[in-house]
């Protein structure tokens, strides 16, 4: 089977821009988290959907971060109004349980790196 | 707040040798878990090898095993007969409740 797919895997944008970022997880997993991670660094938690509800969003930096999952599967990050400390690559992973209440091993993305001019 | 910290920004060794690769944590939960990831160049971060707190025998995967210290809030990674392909970035995380926290991780080269 597949794995979790993103697109697009490379993304420039003038400051100012808006972009959406997008994910596919493994077939019938529950749950999706976004992450963000910058040059050297580890990768930090973004937001948490479980099926179509997002659960946490504790980690969208400003309001300029927006997440979706409206049918349970694909989800879509945006960033409107993008500056240039939203470089960074973002990754998404999938897991078949639901994740407050069990812990499985979360499945990678390749994730998308955004470049913002 | 939970944090991990790996304190070895860069490791080398020996193909077919022995390293190991450090990471503390802080935490005040006694049920959590603990990862280790691997990031080759790609940038498709892979599970290595996971464990559960409330376990006391440390997780061993073929050439992968951990040295889990609760006590200690220690969890380091072993790789045993090194191979060219296991150089990548390494990355400790610790989770309860789903997301992953991660540490800055530990760049792992192999020599030839």
């Known amino acids: 089977g597949a794995g979790v797919s993103q697109s697009p895997r490379y993304k420039v944008a003038k400051r100012g821009q808006d972009v959406a970022l997008r994910c596919d997880p493994i077939?019938?997993?529950?749950?999706l988290f976004w992450y963000q991670q910058a040059l050297g660094q580890g990768p930090e938690f973004l937001t948490y959907?479980?099926?179509?509800?997002?659960?946490?969003k504790s980690g969208l930096p400003s309001d300029r971060f927006f997440a979706e999952r409206p049918e349970g599967s694909v989800s879509t990050l945006k960033i409107q109004r993008t500056q240039q400390e939203d470089s960074a690559v973002y990754l998404c992973?999938?897991?078949?349980?639901?994740?407050?209440?069990?812990?499985?091993?979360?499945?990678f993305g390749p994730g998308t790196r955004l470049l913002v001019l | 707040a939970q944090t991990v910290t790996q304190s070895q920004p860069e490791m080398s060794v020996q193909e077919a040798e022995t390293v190991t690769l450090s990471c503390t944590y802080d935490?005040?939960?006694?049920?959590?878990?603990l990862f280790w990831y691997k990031q080759p160049p790609s940038r498709q971060m892979i599970l290595v090898i996971r464990?559960?707190?409330?376990?006391?025998q440390n997780a061993t995967e073929n050439r992968f095993s951990v040295n889990f210290q609760k006590a200690a809030k220690s969890f380091s990674l072993k790789i045993s007969d090194s191979q060219l392909g296991d150089a990548a970035m390494y990355f400790c995380?610790?989770?309860?409740?789903?997301?992953?926290?991660f540490g800055q991780g530990t760049e792992l080269s192999v020599k030839p």
């Open positions: 077939s019938g997993h529950v749950s």
């Open positions: 992973a999938s897991s078949p349980v639901i994740a407050f209440f069990q812990q499985e091993t979360q499945y």
């Open positions: 464990q559960e707190a409330y376990k006391q």
């Open positions: 995380a610790y989770s309860k409740g789903g997301k992953l926290i």
């Open positions: 959907f479980q099926n179509e509800a997002q659960l946490d």
């Open positions: 935490t005040s939960e006694s049920d959590y878990y």
